[in-house]
């Protein structure tokens, strides 16, 4: 069996799986936390994308998530948008914004990046939660554009409670959040076994050779920030409907850290990296839930222990086993023959 | 001319804050590529360092100081004995380490939150009082930091001007495997640049719990800005870190002035974006030709 259809067949089991899970699972609170997981399972296979496959060390993935659910809160509060059209329209704008990032950082390389990009999520979050200035009154209190420290509200929602009645709809954001994954995880895959994904790898192991062989780093550094931009957006404003509430806690730095130690305890780069990352740090966090002080210091022990020990992440070491088993099978294999 | 003095001796102050942060930063990149994402919390670790000294043991001020930079020094050699020293040299140093320094932080972070809360505590190092100057009021704890800050600039550059030790952490900088060669005890100097940045961020940290409060997270927005600074200088050069800390020091405080406090971070980075475009390793900076 050829691993692009090995990845194929593991993924279609993984949604079988994912579909039947509401059903069997007790309680609205483990769905929760499973539309949660697939919410964070999507930015982070995005930024897998960026950071991963394409190696530009970039840290404005929840920057850029928050710019979607801004952007479809904004649609829906202002323009009085149904939030299934807002949608579109917040991952789209995401998707300007993380080509700006994007130019922004053209020049740059290495930690030169991760500054910049950390600094402009800095800066919009600084802009957010010190934004007092009127925009629109509700009754007789005042709010802001961008909702300032108290976040927007009151923008409508997926409408799953009229749909499905108030004992299954929180099936309804368990599924959007589900089929949000699933298109985003294929699309990446698509990405990252396709040209696209050999132009990316090229650029991202010998910029010099790549360039020379006419791979245009403009335009494939363009396209790796618009076309994560688009799901990463997406799962923002997918976030924004389902908690109703769109605030400026997802540009603090522990969602940000989280993700990333998602990212780096799953396997950079890796095709299931990302998703195996978000399901362990869910878990673990999920064990810490009693103990929140310990949260914060165990996801930085888990950055600088997977960096030090396994820098390939639990994907990359659990590959590494495999090909030590094969090895030895087929060094024992070989033996027995020659006894015959 | 009142605006223009208040302007200046604020820039001036910040400028002197975020000097020894941004050259702690360059050291460590100079010597070794790592970029430090601890910052921030090792400058927390001063402030409350300093303010377990004094308020706790009951240590007069220059004491408790001494402690506190102890306290960076050690801190500093222990991240680079137990976590980087393991990472050198391995693939994909550069960005590894700067996710390892990150995770170093939030622990860091975590732990003081821990030992000492979530809420602000005044810094007890704080000086009261000040003068006028004209018709601006000028405090004496600004002018204490400029003058400390000023003292410690002076310090370093003899060190690394005219010690054994400076010697070689600037032969390192400039090339690593030359320095090796020549019998520089590479791994020595790497623990001594670490302890050099640990000292100062904790001296840092003091100034800036003096000027804000204590709390956990208080180091994050000043190491921000410190990157910034170090970009715009380019990244590893100490003495542009230096000039470059002091103008964006004034440039802070003017559009503080003209804009708003809300509009200066943001103006930071514009300016940092326009100086990345213009010279992409920053205003100091030297440009690097790759050989293939």
Redesign the interface.
């Known amino acids: 069996m050829s691993a692009t259809r090995r990845n194929v067949l593991a993924g279609l089991v993984l949604l079988a799986i994912a579909i039947a899970l509401p059903f069997v699972l007790p309680g609205r609170y483990l769905i929760g936390q499973l539309t949660l997981f697939f919410i964070w399972a999507t930015v982070v296979t995005q930024w897998n994308l960026v950071f991963g496959v394409a190696g530009i060390?970039s840290l404005a993935q929840m920057a850029i998530f928050a710019f979607g659910g801004y952007a479809t809160a904004m649609v829906g509060l202002y323009g009085g948008w149904n939030l299934w059209l807002a949608l579109p329209v917040g991952a789209l704008a995401a998707v300007v914004f993380s080509l700006v990032v994007g130019l922004?950082c053209l020049?740059?390389?290495?930690?030169?990046v991760?500054?910049?990009t950390?600094?402009?999520a800095?800066?919009m979050y600084?802009?957010i939660i010190?934004d007092t200035a009127c925009f629109s009154m509700e009754g007789v209190t005042c709010r802001n554009f961008t909702g300032g420290t108290r976040g927007l509200a009151k923008y409508g929602d997926f409408g799953f409670r009229e749909w499905l009645g108030y004992k299954y709809m929180a099936f309804g954001d368990y599924y959007l959040a589900l089929g949000v994954l699933v298109l985003a995880t294929a699309f990446s895959m698509f990405l990252m076994f396709g040209p696209i994904g050999a132009a990316f790898q090229a650029l991202r192991d010998s910029p010099?050779?790549a360039t020379a062989r006419g791979v245009s780093r403009f335009k494939f550094q363009m396209l790796v920030f618009a076309s994560s931009a688009f799901f990463t957006g997406l799962a923002g404003g997918v976030f924004a409907g389902y908690y109703k509430v769109m605030g400026a806690n997802t540009l603090y730095?522990s969602p940000l850290?989280f993700l990333?130690a998602m990212m780096?305890v799953g396997g950079l780069g890796r095709t299931w990296g990302p998703l195996v990352g978000a399901a362990a740090l869910m878990l673990a966090d999920e064990g810490l839930k009693d103990f929140p002080?310990?949260r914060?210091?165990g996801?930085?022990?888990?950055?600088?222990l997977f960096?030090?020990l396994w820098?390939r992440g639990i994907v990359g070491a659990a590959e590494a086993i495999g090909a030590q088993l094969q090895k030895r099978r087929s060094e024992l294999g070989g033996t027995s023959t020659r006894q015959h | 001319m009142d605006t223009t003095t208040q302007i200046i001796i604020s820039g001036l102050t910040l400028g002197a804050m975020y000097a020894i942060s941004t050259v702690s930063l360059s050291l460590i990149?100079g010597a070794l590529n790592v970029?430090n994402m601890a910052q921030g919390a090792l400058l927390t670790l001063g402030g409350y360092a300093a303010y377990t000294a004094s308020a706790a043991l009951g240590l007069n001020a220059p004491l408790a100081i001494l402690l506190t930079v102890a306290a960076g020094g050690l801190f500093g050699v222990a991240m680079y004995a137990l976590?980087v020293r393991?990472?050198l040299d391995?693939?994909?140093f550069?960005?590894?380490?700067?996710?390892?320094t990150?995770?170093?932080?939030?622990?860091l972070?975590?732990?003081l939150?821990?030992l000492y809360g979530a809420y602000p505590i005044r810094q007890p190092l704080t000086v009261e009082g000040g003068f006028f100057l004209g018709n601006v009021y000028v405090p004496y704890n600004s002018v204490i930091i400029v003058l400390t800050s000023a003292a410690l600039m002076l310090v370093l550059a003899a060190v690394l001007a005219r010690t054994r030790m400076g010697r070689a952490i600037r032969a390192i900088s400039q090339n690593r495997d030359a320095a090796r060669l020549m019998g520089v005890p590479v791994e020595l100097v790497y623990a001594q640049v670490f302890a050099l940045a640990g000292g100062l961020s904790a001296a840092s940290g003091i100034m800036l719990s003096t000027i804000t409060t204590l709390a956990p997270t208080m180091g994050?927005?000043p190491m921000?800005k410190a990157?910034?600074i170090?970009?715009v200088a380019g990244?590893g050069n100490v003495m542009g870190a230096l000039y470059a800390a002091f103008l964006l020091g004034l440039f802070e405080s003017t559009v503080q002035f003209a804009l708003g406090?809300?509009f200066a971070?943001?103006s930071m980075?514009v300016l940092?974006?326009a100086v990345?475009?213009w010279r992409?390793y920053g205003l100091f900076g030297r440009t690097r030709v790759?050989k293939?």
């Open positions: 060390f922004a020049r740059l390389k290495g930690p030169y991760a500054l910049l950390l600094a402009i800095q800066g600084l802009l010190t010099e050779y730095l850290l990333l780096v002080e310990y914060f210091m996801i930085g022990a888990a950055l600088v960096v030090m820098p | 990149w970029l976590v393991h990472m391995r693939e994909g550069e960005v590894n380490v700067i996710i390892a990150i995770g170093i932080g939030m622990v972070e975590a732990g939150q821990k994050y927005d921000l990157f910034i170090c970009v990244l406090v809300r971070f943001i980075l940092v974006i990345l475009i992409p790759t293939l």
